[in-house]
């Protein structure tokens, strides 16, 4: 069973930063993935996409967080990267990574992330 393992969550004061982690249990390459994804889901709302690389083409960003948030992969590690700057309070929730693969939809566990002073 592969798992996705993600850490780097927690409680920082608005304009702060954090780098979110999700790492496979399996290679990317074996996994056969698609694309790699950042989502969060606040309290109340629904989940929503944050970033998204895909294998080919250009990454994507929600327009709440371009310009502040980087997702990056390193295959090596076959770990998935979320740098986030300027945080700020909305950005508040639960982290997920997601990895599209020859197997399905993967999923992490869940990161919290909170902004606040």
């Known amino acids: 069973q592969v798992q996705l393992v993600e850490s780097g969550g927690g409680l920082v004061q608005p304009g702060g930063s954090l780098r979110l982690s999700c790492a496979a249990s399996r290679s990317f390459f074996r996994l056969n993935v698609n694309g790699l994804g950042w989502y969060r889901q606040a309290l109340g709302k629904q989940r929503e996409l944050v970033a998204h690389?895909?294998?080919?083409?250009?990454?994507n960003y929600a327009d709440s967080v371009k310009g502040r948030f980087t997702i990056s992969r390193d295959n090596a590690k076959n770990t998935v990267y979320l740098q986030m700057n300027s945080l700020k309070p909305e950005d508040t929730a639960v982290y997920y990574c997601?990895?599209?693969?020859?197997?399905?939809?993967?999923w992490g566990q869940g990161t919290q992330v909170t902004v606040s002073s």
């Open positions: 997601n990895l599209e693969t020859g197997l399905g939809s993967l």
């Open positions: 690389i895909p294998n080919s083409g250009r990454t």
